[in-house]
């Protein structure tokens, strides 16, 4: 155990069954969190539930697509049947699979359904979860919402996920207006490239060695590194942080491109 920074709290975290949510599912249970592991794939939720019990921690595993506020409203009812109420949500999932993400490229053919099915998930999602967690908060508590860097700058592909993920960042201020007097606060984290087994899929060796130049420091973020900034802003110690986008990113985003030209012309 870290420490008990959320011992006795409950918190919910989505697409917990692998990557990020995974490693922010098993943070917040290794600090004393009873947590509520909800993804759309059953097998990911039992997985990560199944890790946090074998050591210790306490993980229910909840089957639910975000996009369907039917499901997302059972999924919390039944989170708050067993623990009571909500304190911590951290709204994570997102469209990875090759379908939608690998098919959200050039805007003159892009398949409107795959415009539709990101902000289903990734935009949408997030609000359902808002909107049914909220009622459950008794205590006032901590939304955590994942955007990404793609929402802060443009790419050649992908504009679908950046619009869903720069929506996001304005969602979290109007969450953090709406409830801020009832004790609730809402932050957004931007995370660049983490190495998770979907993100590495999705991107060819070039892509992946451009990333790499981009970065500042000699290390990428890991789940880990995104899993302590979002447990720092789900508690106390964060309790005056609210409204805000905290950019995880090893130095991708502070420097303009000459930079990354010049790693790239001195890699080995
Ligand atoms: N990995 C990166 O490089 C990176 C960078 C920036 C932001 N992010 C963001 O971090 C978050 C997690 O990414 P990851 O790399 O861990 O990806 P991941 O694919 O490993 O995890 C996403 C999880 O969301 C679940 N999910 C997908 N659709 C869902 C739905 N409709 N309802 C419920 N669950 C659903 C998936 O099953 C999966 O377990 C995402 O919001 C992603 O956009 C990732």
């Known amino acids: 155990m870290v420490s008990g920074r959320f011992d006795g709290k409950v918190a919910l975290v989505t697409g917990a069954g692998s990557g990020i ?3 922010c599912a098993a943070r917040f249970a290794a600090e004393g969190a009873l947590v509520g592991v909800l993804d759309v794939r059953t097998a990911g939720a039992r997985a990560t539930a199944a890790a ?8 229910m595993a ?3 697509d975000v996009s369907d506020e039917k499901q997302v409203e059972e999924a919390v009812a039944t989170l708050v049947a067993s623990f009571g109420r909500v304190d911590v949500l951290h709204s994570n999932a997102a469209v990875f699979d090759p379908g939608v993400y690998g098919r959200d490229r050039e805007l003159e053919a892009l398949d409107v359904a795959v415009w539709d099915r990101t902000m289903e998930v990734n935009l949408r999602g997030a609000m359902l ?26 790419d050649t592909v992908h504009a679908a996920y950046g619009a869903s993920k720069a929506a996001l960042i304005g969602f979290t201020r109007y969450v953090a207006t709406m409830y801020g007097s009832r004790g609730i606060r809402c932050n ?6 983490v190495l998770t087994p979907n993100a590495q899929r999705a991107m060819t060796p070039e892509q992946l060695a451009v990333k790499e130049a ?9 789940t880990e590194d995104v899993a302590g900034l979002v447990a720092f802003l789900s508690c106390e110690e964060s309790r005056c942080l609210t409204g805000q986008t905290l950019v995880i990113d090893s130095g991708t985003l502070a420097h303009r491109p000459q930079h990354a030209v010049e790693r790239w012309r001195s890699r080995p």
């Open 188 to 193: 957004a984290v931007a995370p660049a490239l």
């Open 62 to 64: 909840l089957t639910c």
């Open 52 to 59: 946090i019990r074998a050591r210790g921690g306490t993980g």
């Open 129 to 154: 979860m808002v909107k049914h967690a909220v009622p459950v908060m008794p205590d006032g508590g901590a939304i955590v919402l994942t955007s990404s860097v793609s929402a802060l700058v443009g």
């Open 214 to 222: 981009e970065r500042l420091l000699p290390w990428a973020c890991s």
């Open 21 to 23: 949510g995974a490693a």
